[in-house]
């Protein structure tokens, strides 16, 4: 059995109010006051709901995750958040390189290289995004997409982010209700796995977390968790629902209690 903790973490994109989201936590520790034995969770809020629901999640088990960060440690960036100001909030993850910025703000590896080391000078774990277009698998590209987008890494050396978690996210299985098979889910993060162990050794590569995003519910999770190397799941539209989440949680219990069941 795998020896990395499954990890199920809510995007919540742009959705929910700091009092919406206080209102998801209540209903969601009413469900499941911790969280099941051996999977890990965080919530991932937009920036004005962290504070709030950082407090409600106190005492909760469930990590705060924020869903990007600037590429500089401070100054003239009117509208950005820095890496210290997140670290304050007690965030202890934070996406980068997500689809949806990709698309919308253009970012390179080159920002992503640095938006991972802003996080990781302030003690926060880089949860970095990665997948190809449905042109590009369509073309045959994707495990050179990835190899590229993994370029992120390269000013780490040969080591990789304190913490460091990838999430493999389709960028056509996204909010498309359109999942990847789980057959094709686990090549691809197998790939992954073995360029993470050329750069990074076999030891390291095996300990990272690789989590699938697009289009993960209640329905297709367990099957998806199973895979030997799919360590949960990075979740949107089916965690904005606190019984949605739950179960999410459960399922990735049960898929490591159980696993390819
Ligand atoms: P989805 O989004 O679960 O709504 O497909 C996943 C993501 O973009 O992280």
């Known amino acids: 059995m795998s020896a990395r903790t499954p990890f199920v973490v809510a995007n919540w994109k742009m959705n ?7 209102a998801f936590v209540a209903g969601f520790r009413g469900l499941l006051p911790a969280p099941p034995p051996g999977v890990d969770l965080a919530i991932a809020p937009p920036f004005p709901a962290l504070e709030r629901t950082g407090r409600a999640l106190a005492g909760s088990g469930v990590g705060l995750a924020a869903q990007d960060v600037h590429a500089e440690q401070k ?8 890496a210290s100001m997140l670290a304050d909030l007690g965030v ?22 640095r938006k991972m080391k802003r996080l990781v000078e302030a003690g926060i774990a880089p949860l970095y995004c990665v997948g190809e277009t449905l042109e590009q698998r369509d073309r045959g590209e994707t495990d050179a997409v990835l190899a590229d987008q993994l370029t992120a ?18 960028v056509w299985a996204i909010g498309t209700g359109r999942a990847a098979t789980p057959e094709m889910a686990q090549a691809a993060h197998r790939h992954l796995r073995t360029l993470l162990s050329r750069r990074a050794g076999a030891v390291a590569a095996e300990a ?5 995003g697009g289009s993960v519910t209640p329905a297709n999770a367990r099957e998806l968790f ?14 904005l629902n606190p019984a949605d989440f739950a179960a999410l949680a459960e399922a ?8 390819g069941s």
Do not use: M, N, W
């Not at 929910?16 to 206080?22: H, I, P, Q, S, V």
């Not at 100054?75 to 820095?82: K, L, N």
């Not at 934070?94 to 703000?105: A, W």
């Not at 390269?154 to 389709?170: I, M, N, Q, R």
């Open 153 to 170: 890494l390269d000013l780490f050396g040969p080591d990789l982010p304190p913490g460091f978690v990838l999430a493999y996210e389709p």
């Open 92 to 113: 202890a993850f934070c996406l980068v390189g997500h689809s949806e910025r990709r698309r919308d703000r253009h970012e390179t590896e080159e920002q992503f290289a």
């Open 252 to 259: 990735a219990a049960a898929a490591t209690a159980a696993p």
């Open 75 to 82: 100054g003239a960036y009117t509208g950005e958040v820095a």
């Open 16 to 22: 929910k109010t700091a009092t919406e989201a206080e």
């Open 208 to 212: 990272v977390r690789v989590l699938y």
């Open 226 to 239: 199973s895979q030997p190397d799919i360590d949960g799941g990075l979740v949107g539209g089916a965690s």
